[in-house]
């Protein structure tokens, strides 16, 4: 029987993002504009049985949602087996990875075959030459093949997730949305936000939902909203012929209010909000000895006196620039997006 958790502001505990590792083979330019990273040391990432206890401390205190990231998950060696702990538990009623695609199509099978039930691809452009400006490396051709193969693995509920940039991909939403009913996946557009190695980022390369929904509506006529009761921070939108798509609109209409997750660094710190500057350890109790008892107060304890509204205090603030600066994160590699799961 699960007891919920609420915080400061009434918001459940419930939907649990789990970095498996910070590492990642894409250099995006608003999360990974370095060369060089100060990486986690490799002794402090947890181990699987780790990932799995501690979610199951998490359940307990009502999540029903994990979702694998990292940097870019399907680097972890042998994931399937951590799906596999994972997807023995009843009570999580969705178990979903996000990735970048280039190791998915070899991939795919086996992560279905482990029990994961959905899978999210970040897909920013459907142009090669525009991929390796953004991502700094060559290889669309695999995120694609890797994109083309869900499908075929079994999976159903798919989704690719965009960031839209002004001036770098906004050309391209309406291409987005043709290829995703060919995949078929629901795209979802997700506006600029200023966190992590987001260190170029300005206001004015934000596109905002209001401007991607007149262009759209410019290109498909009207669209409706998709009314639905959801603490989901994608709202999601119908083209008259039928086909969904979402915005998540982070910088400038957030969802703070409803905000139930939290996020697992992959050496077991845990952060209340993507903007939150320090993290809760939960890797030195669970090496020290900490019964399932401890863990669940030292959670609770943190969820009850969440307080976090992150991107409402930055809206708030109106003009600025981005949160950190590289020194900052080169000191503090937690508060890097890549680090922090996205
Ligand atoms: N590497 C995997 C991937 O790219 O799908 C998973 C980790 S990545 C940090 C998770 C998500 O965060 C991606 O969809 C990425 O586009 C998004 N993201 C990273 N930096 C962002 C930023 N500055 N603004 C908005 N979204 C961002
Ligand atoms: Fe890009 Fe994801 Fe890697 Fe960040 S972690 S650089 S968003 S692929
Ligand atoms: Fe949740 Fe923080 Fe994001 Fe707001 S900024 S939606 S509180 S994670």
């Known amino acids: 029987m699960t007891t919920p958790v609420l915080d400061t502001r009434g918001r459940r505990l419930r939907n649990l993002r789990v970095s498996v590792t910070d590492r990642c083979n894409l250099r995006c330019g608003y999360c990974m504009p370095e060369e060089e990273y100060v990486w986690l040391p490799r002794e402090e990432i947890l181990h699987f049985e780790e990932i799995s206890r ?119 939403l309406a291409d987005l949305i043709e290829y995703g009913k060919r995949v078929p996946a629901e795209v979802r557009f997700i506006e600029y936000m200023d966190v992590g190695g987001a260190t170029r980022w300005s206001f004015d390369q934000v596109m905002s939902r209001k401007e991607m929904l007149e262009r759209l509506e410019r290109r498909y006529g009207r669209i409706e909203p998709v009314v639905e009761d959801s603490t989901a921070p994608a709202d999601r939108f119908r083209l008259s012929d039928g086909t969904v798509f979402g915005i998540i609109s982070s910088t400038t209409a957030p969802f703070c209010a409803a905000c139930d997750r939290s996020r697992l660094t992959a050496d077991g710190l845990w952060y209340l909000c993507l903007y939150a500057m320090r993290g809760l350890d939960l890797r030195g109790p669970l090496r020290g000895g900490a019964s399932n008892a401890q863990l669940t107060g030292l959670i609770t304890g943190g969820w009850t006196a969440r307080t976090d509204r992150g991107a409402e205090d930055r809206l708030a603030l109106g003009q600025r620039t981005p949160l950190i600066q590289v020194g900052g994160l080169k000191r503090d590699p937690h508060l890097e997006m890549h680090t922090r799961g996205g």
């Open 54 to 172: 501690l979610v199951d401390v998490f359940i307990e205190l009502g999540v029903d949602k994990v979702r694998l990231t990292g940097g870019e998950p399907l680097l972890r060696r042998d994931l399937p087996a951590l799906i596999r702990l994972l997807a023995a538990k009843p009570a999580l009623r969705d178990l979903a990875i996000t990735t970048n695609g280039v190791l998915l199509a070899a991939a795919a099978p086996a992560l279905r075959a482990a029990g994961l039930h959905r899978v999210t691809v970040s897909l920013d452009t459907l142009r090669p030459e525009r991929f390796v400006a953004l991502t700094r490396r060559d290889t669309h051709a695999q995120v694609l093949e890797g994109i083309a193969s869900v499908p075929g693995a079994g999976f159903t509920g798919t989704k690719l997730d965009t960031v839209v940039i002004r001036g770098i991909n906004d050309d391209e």
